[in-house]
C-alpha cells in the first residue's frame, strides 16, 4: 500500500516562505502527476500546483508567481517552494499523487502565515 509522508509546514510571517516535501513509502506504482492541493477552514479543498510526469505544471491564480512546484520523477517525490505567503496562503496542505491506481494523498500538513 502506498503512503505519501509530508513535511515542511509550520507557522511564518507574511512575506516569507517555506519548503513542502512528499516522499512515498511502501509500495510504488505508475504516476502521472504529482501535486498538491490545500483546504482552509470552512472551505472546500482546492488545487495549488500540478506536476505532469512530462514537466508541466498548472498553477491555481493566487500562487502563480509566488509559489512553484518541483519533483522527481525516479524517486517520486515532489517539493512545492513557497514564496512571499500571505495570511489567505494559510490551510491544510495535502499532497497528491495520481496515476493507473487512482489517487493517493498525504495526510496533510499546517501551513500558517500570520504575524
Known amino acids: 500500500q502506498v503512503q505519501l509522508v509530508e513535511s515542511g509546514g509550520g507557522l511564518v510571517p507574511p512575506g516569507g516562505s517555506l519548503r513542502l516535501s512528499c516522499a512515498p513509502s511502501?509500495?510504488?506504482?505508475?504516476?502521472?502527476?504529482m501535486g498538491w492541493y490545500r483546504q482552509a477552514p470552512g472551505k472546500q479543498r482546492e488545487l495549488v500546483a500540478l506536476?505532469?510526469?512530462?514537466?508541466?505544471?498548472s498553477y491555481a491564480e493566487s500562487v502563480k508567481g509566488r509559489f512553484t512546484v518541483s519533483g522527481d520523477n525516479a524517486k517520486n517525490t515532489v517539493f512545492l517552494q513557497m514564496n512571499s505567503l500571505k495570511p489567505e496562503d494559510t490551510a491544510v496542505y495535502y499532497c497528491?499523487?495520481?496515476?493507473?491506481?487512482?489517487?493517493?494523498w498525504g495526510q496533510g500538513t499546517q501551513v500558517t502565515v500570520s504575524s
Open positions: 497528491l499523487h495520481r496515476g493507473a491506481q487512482g489517487d493517493y
Open positions: 506536476l505532469l510526469r512530462s514537466g508541466s505544471t
Open positions: 511502501g509500495s510504488s506504482f505508475s504516476i502521472w502527476a
